[in-house]
């Protein structure tokens, strides 16, 4: 912060006069926050937040730095819609710097919360956060998937009862697809499948599946640059899941001119999306 402890001091005694209530209770060994100190919190964080992007803004303007806009999307998000808007954004702001999280839900609720990123593609995140935009356009299917040598790959259509004793690999059951997971197991009377190894990397899963050991249940568009010599999808009916995804901002702050121009660019590209399957339609 390039000031003395004396300096902090000064700085917080006059904010605690201010508000006349103490902020810190001081102890020998360091200073804990009180209550109010703690209501205070996100405030000064997203003042902070909306300076520094104030700074970049400006910086940009003037041509010091370029702008830059932080996303975070699930897997299917980031390995689909999320290149092309950058592709377009780039196109019309070169100079723009992008930075992108591929996580899952809970880590991009936290990573919003604590303003590493300005938006979030996602399906649905804490009652904390606000869905900012509904697109028709974003939306996935997630599907069961092994290695083509795999002996489930040969058998055709399966029920959940074939698959349910198979070698899994799989995400954490905390995130929001495999509660959805779970649940479609136990409506059809059947116990949940344990991982037999439990990771939150996409490229592990891919991996493990390759090997011929292991079948998954991720996004079938996570699948399509792999080779089907590799990984196929396997017919299981039960296990199909379609599912929407939201585009979330923080509740409270100024949106950074960068990432409304990434929010402009996913409007117009889901647009066409939809325009383009009703003509399939039609």
Known sequence: MDLTQPAVTRALKRLEHRLGTVLFE???????????????LPYAEEIVSNAKAALEQVASLRGHSSSIVRI???????????????????????SLRVQLLDAVEDQLSEALARREIDVAIAGFLQESEVPFLRRDGLTDSLVAFAHPEHALAKK????LHDIATARWVLPPRSILPMQEFVRRFRDAGLVPPEATVETRSNGAIRALV????????QPRVTLQAESRSR???????????????YVYRRKRGILAPAAVRFLHELQELCRGSVSKKRRGQA
Not at 73 to 87: K, R
Not at 156 to 159: A, I, P
Not at 210 to 217: A, D, E, M, R
């Open 210 to 217: 390759g090997t011929g050991q292991f079948i998954s249940w």
């Open 26 to 40: 001081r102890h020998p060994s360091g200073v804990i926050p009180t209550p109010a100190a703690d209501s205070l």
């Open 156 to 159: 055709g259509r399966l029920t």
């Open 231 to 245: 990984i196929v999808e396997l017919d299981v009916p039960d296990l199909l899941w379609h599912r929407e995804f």
């Open 72 to 94: 975070g999307a699930v897997a299917s998000m980031s390995n689909s819609i999320v290149p092309e808007v950058i592709n377009r954004l780039l196109v019309k702001w070169p």
